[in-house]
């Protein structure tokens, strides 16, 4: 299942900054290591309700409390896509 991610900053429901970075399966960690380098940002701690949010749903957010430094905006969602899905007209 390799696709991308599509990393945002939410702040007040507005997208401040956003990036999309390639996403080898089960490697999202890595692929949202790679984003977060590119937008600046520490990496957020990664708790069970993280992996479980992705894998069911193909997202997950963070909030503030996540990050170790304090940080610009209300949230940081992470959504996974598969480009090839759209060109197979599904």
Same mark, same amino acid.
């Given at each position: 299942?390799?696709? @991308?991610? !599509?990393?945002? +900053?939410?702040?007040?429901? @507005? ?5 999309v970075?390639?996403? *080898? *399966?089960?490697? !999202?960690?890595? *692929?949202?290591?790679l984003?977060l ?10 708790? *069970? ?7 069911? #749903? ?6 503030? +409390? ?6 610009? #905006?209300?949230r940081?969602?992470v959504? #996974? #896509?598969?480009?090839?899905?759209? @060109?197979?007209?599904r």
């Amino acid at each position: 299942m390799a696709g @991308k991610i !599509w990393v945002r +900053e939410i702040r007040r429901n @507005k997208i401040l900054r956003d990036v999309v970075v390639p996403c *080898a *399966a089960g490697g !999202w960690e890595d *692929a949202l290591s790679l984003a977060l380098r590119e937008l600046d940002v520490m990496m957020p701690l990664v708790v *069970a309700r993280h992996h479980r949010d992705f894998e069911e #749903f193909g997202q997950t957010r963070f909030l503030p +409390e996540h990050f170790l430094e304090s940080v610009n #905006f209300d949230r940081l969602e992470v959504e #996974f #896509f598969d480009g090839q899905a759209r @060109k197979e007209g599904r």
